[in-house]
């Protein structure tokens, strides 16, 4: 990382001193497609699962386990096209967590998870966020030690990882990490890669921690060289894209199962009890 990106950086170690930026732009395709009713006609945000909670929604409990650690700071990512139903998604957060005073993030037009994260940085009060989908049943407890590791390092950005995806788990082992860094995201080819001893293989849990200074400026970076792409992915464009660079990524492991339910079959396998 530049030497001028490590100058300014607050502690951040308690929850309040971070944003949490939730991802809930998406239009939920892979949902939608399932032949049942419910699926069909919700958001995905909105839909229900079974948890320790009890039946609530995904959103409900991207929430609640994010206040129960203590991370009040949050803004939504929605957009204004009608097929991601953002408007419902508002109303429900608004009517049922407006105590908290959240905040909203909407795209005019789809720029992808990472051209999402780009403008709600550009409105952030703080110098740091966590990006976090909602359809992933995530150990929120852990993101307390996360960001503590995260401020004791020297990286701008970090991907939270898990050596422990369970069964069935989406993009199984498709990250490369030595003792400190990520250093490559093989999208599932890693058969055809040599690794060394002090390398392994890890998940991705879809959360990613970074620094508002750093991610504005590597993003505006990729926008010089990429100026016809209209939407940049997170993970399958902006953070290879930053490794080919040469770019320094941390990465925590949190070493527990976190179910992706972002079609039919895991949504049935991981969130539904029936």
Request: aromatic share 10%; glycine share 8%.
């Amino acid at each position: 990382m530049d030497e001028r990106l490590k100058h300014g950086y607050p502690e951040i170690t308690q929850p309040q001193n971070v944003d949490v930026f939730l991802l809930c732009g998406g239009k939920g395709t892979r949902l939608k497609a399932s032949e049942e009713d419910q699926l069909q006609r919700l958001p995905k945000p909105l839909v229900p699962i079974d948890t320790p909670r009890g039946n609530i929604r995904m959103i409900d409990n991207a929430i609640l386990g994010l206040t129960e650690s203590g991370f009040t700071q949050l803004t939504l990512l929605i957009g204004r096209d009608s097929k991601t139903q953002g408007s419902e998604i508002k109303d429900y957060v608004v009517s049922t967590y407006g105590g908290l005073n959240p905040s909203f993030s909407r795209e005019n037009t789809p720029l992808g998870t990472a051209g999402a994260a780009y403008e709600a940085f550009l409105f952030s009060r703080r110098d740091n966020a966590i990006i976090i989908p909602i359809d992933t049943l995530f150990p929120f407890d852990m993101l307390c030690l996360a960001i503590q590791a995260f401020s004791e390092n020297n990286t701008g950005i970090m991907w939270v990882v898990t050596s422990n995806p369970g069964v069935n788990a989406q993009n199984t082992n498709r990250i490369v990490v030595n003792d400190e860094y990520v250093l490559r995201d093989e999208e599932g080819k890693t058969r055809d890669v040599c690794f060394y001893e002090t390398e392994s293989l890890m998940t991705s849990t879809g959360v990613i921690i970074a620094s508002k200074m750093y991610f504005l400026e590597k993003y505006r970076d990729f926008n010089e060289g990429n100026r016809n792409r209209s939407s940049t992915d997170l993970y399958r464009d902006f953070i290879p894209w930053l490794l080919q660079g040469g770019e320094k990524i941390s990465f925590f492991d949190v070493r527990v199962p976190t179910p992706d339910l972002g079609t039919p079959e895991r949504l049935k396998q991981f969130g539904r009890k029936n």
